[in-house]
């Protein structure tokens, strides 16, 4: 009975296996493009991201490999560095990828894993269809063989226009055949569709069709180039490098949690985020220390797997003995890949990341709308760097908003109960004389505790024959330097006025504080109430 439950799951990942394999490949090569770095890139990121995350990762199903918003995200921020050579910037960019992978680490390390988005849901939506857009266009040069001036989107699109008479129609017209077949393919996820595209290519320039046609193909893929090497940089470089990495690994880490959590919820297996962010951490330092891309757990590779029938983590390791396989017989003919089909491969790739129909939820609900769309046209108008950079900012600032403008509710007990509700919303609802019962609906920190505590004390010095104010922290697990700060100087005005303070519904960690902090006028008496009716009826023993 045992060796049967082992048999099936195992003749699965073989499947899935060999059916993804077909798709990575192509998508390791074309990736590189992408982060303008050698096609070899691509191919090494692919095995070490397969390989370490097979042997230490959580998910079954997440493949991690290079994808085409990290390798964005690479090439922008190796192109922001300036007044340096080419090999210079290179090893930057390096550089980078091993200091996102220490990152990932350091934050597994300190069990960070529960940040688990710090970019907000919309504004990465938004980032996400901007930078899908991007790489869209910025594929097309590669298929019609030209070379446009600018970098960034606006004016990049500009000069494609312009040069339009000096197109190559053929390789627009192989882009557009590749772009088909692709479509078609994909109806049947067994089939590896990138694959038989890169084969068909392959025999074209095998036949001489795309030297007549004025095609040129991927270019050497030197493996052997590859080598257990730090970067060798200076100090100064260094610091820009830990500047320019956050950025890369926050886009790695909300990608793949996003892929990792999605299909974890689908089929009711755990996710370890901890474990996660030591894996993908070893991943890129790996693949940074053979000079490799970023690498991460991509939705639609990842999707492919599980789709494969993918049973366990066997399936990706299985994908990287296929894809060491099919390096080490095909690798003389990977070089004849004509561009455009990489090109094909990359914005099918991306494809779905252009769906609109992502962003239609945030205007049916009239939510987020805004930063949605900023994010999208900061990646239009400041580039793929720029542009993150304010999605980020747009998501903390977001965060500060709602937080900081923390709404304080008055509550009363409802009618023959012990239960105490939002007056505003239940009328019925009474308060109690000579008592103001208070909660504040957010969490108190640094940002909201001054506002808070002198919107209660206003409350409370303004209401005629107040003898007690009941605050209840039901929101706040924790309480920082500032609250605490704010939460003395209330207990001190209300003390002032002959208004004694009284604390309710207090989390344990913030008990235990509250007892090292010792405020005047707020001893454990004031805060032992479980409950805002347990602190009411200990008001009414104590006679007042």
Known sequence: MTSRRFTLPAGADWIAGFSIAGLLLPEAVAYSGIAGAPPQAGVIALFAGLLVYGLLGCSRFAIVSSTSSSAAVLLAATSSVLHVSADHRSLMGVAMVLMAGVMFVLAGLLRLGAVSQFIAKPVLRGFSIGLALTIVVKQLPLAVGVKPAHSDFLHFSWDLLVMLEKWNFYGLAMLLGALLALRLLARWKAVPGALLVIAAGIALDTLGFDKAWGIAPVGSLQLGAAHLALPDLAWVDWLRVGQLAVALALILYAESYSSIRSLALRHGDAVNSNRDLLA???????????????????????????????????????????????VWQLLPWMERIPEPMLAAIVIHAVGHSLSWKALQPYFLWKRDRAVTLTAFVAVMVLGVLDGLLLAMVVSVLMLLKRMSGAHVSELGRLAGGHDFVDCARHPDAQSIEGVLVVRPEEGLFFGNADTVMSDIQVRALTRPKLRAVVLSLEESPDLDSTSIEALTELTQQLAQAGISLHLARVKDSVRELLQRVQIDGLGADSYAAWSVDDAVRGLNLHGL
């Open 280 to 326: 993908l951490g070893g991943s890129n330092m790996v693949s940074a220390l053979f000079q490799g891309l970023p690498v991460g757990a991509g939705f639609s590779a990842s999707s492919a797997n599980e789709v494969a029938g993918a049973q366990s983590k066997a399936a990706g390791l299985i994908a990287c003995a296929v894809v060491a396989l099919l």
